[in-house]
């Protein structure tokens, strides 16, 4: 089931205040350390979603032969956000190993949250989990605005993990030769941004 990008965000706007207000007023604390200790459980299972959901839709979009030259479409982007997250953080005074596990998260921003609240408290998993959320969202507005100023492959990285699963219509709107870059750019970030969140917050 797609969402329209204004439905996406009430949605999560709701889910994030019902889990603050949940956790403040009717979760016992025993309830919230199991959830603490137990939430990377869950982090597999959303991944495992995420896994299905790209595998179902692979017939959909022709989605049969690997392409060598997608292959740095990936690493591409996980350059250029880091080298954002570096920047964003020295204009705005946030520590060099902050910054990356925020930027990390690559759009994931279910996972990106949890992990660095677990470590860093709950103001920066707030902010991580925010910052990639409204990339995500961001996405839908300026993925056809990137494909026509600068090239499809820009727009597909600017969506980073959300390539393969909730900005693929946006993106196969353009057309649908851009599937396959964009499951595999989408796939290996969501992959990718647990491993490289835990890198940067063990730093």
């Known amino acids: 089931m797609v969402f329209n990008k204004e439905a996406k965000m009430i949605?999560?706007?709701?889910?994030?205040?019902?889990?603050?207000l949940c956790s403040r007023f009717f979760l016992s604390e025993a309830a919230i350390l199991?959830?603490?200790?137990?939430?990377?459980?869950?982090?597999y299972v959303l991944l495992i979603c995420v896994g299905i959901s790209v595998g179902s839709n692979m017939d959909k979009y022709?989605?049969?032969k690997p392409q060598v030259a997608f292959l740095f479409l990936p690493l591409i982007t996980?350059?250029?956000t880091l080298l954002g997250g570096i920047i964003c953080g020295l204009i705005l005074?946030?520590?060099?190993?902050?910054?990356?596990?925020?930027a990390s998260g690559l759009s994931f921003s279910s996972v990106s949250g949890v992990l660095i609240t677990d470590s860093f408290?709950?103001?920066?998993?707030?902010?991580?989990?925010?910052?990639?959320?409204?990339?995500?969202?961001?996405?839908?507005?300026?993925?056809?605005?990137?494909?026509?100023?600068?090239?499809?492959y820009a727009s597909i990285s600017l969506c980073a993990s959300t390539a393969g699963d909730t900005l693929l219509p946006v993106i196969t709107k353009q057309s649908n030769e851009y599937a396959l870059p964009a499951v595999y750019n989408g796939v290996v970030?969501?992959?990718l941004a647990p491993a490289l969140t835990k890198l940067f917050i063990s730093i």
Request: proline letters at 3%; glycine letters at 8%.
């Open 34 to 43: 199991f959830i603490q200790n137990y939430y990377e459980i869950l982090l």
């Open 93 to 102: 005074g946030y520590p060099i190993k902050l910054s990356l596990a925020v």
């Open 62 to 64: 022709g989605l049969k």
């Open 78 to 80: 996980i350059f250029a």
């Open 121 to 152: 408290g709950a103001n920066a998993g707030a902010l991580a989990f925010l910052s990639n959320l409204a990339r995500e969202l961001l996405s839908f507005v300026f993925v056809p605005l990137v494909s026509k100023k600068m090239n499809i």
């Open 11 to 20: 949605g999560c706007i709701v889910v994030l205040v019902a889990g603050i």
């Open 189 to 191: 970030c969501t992959v």
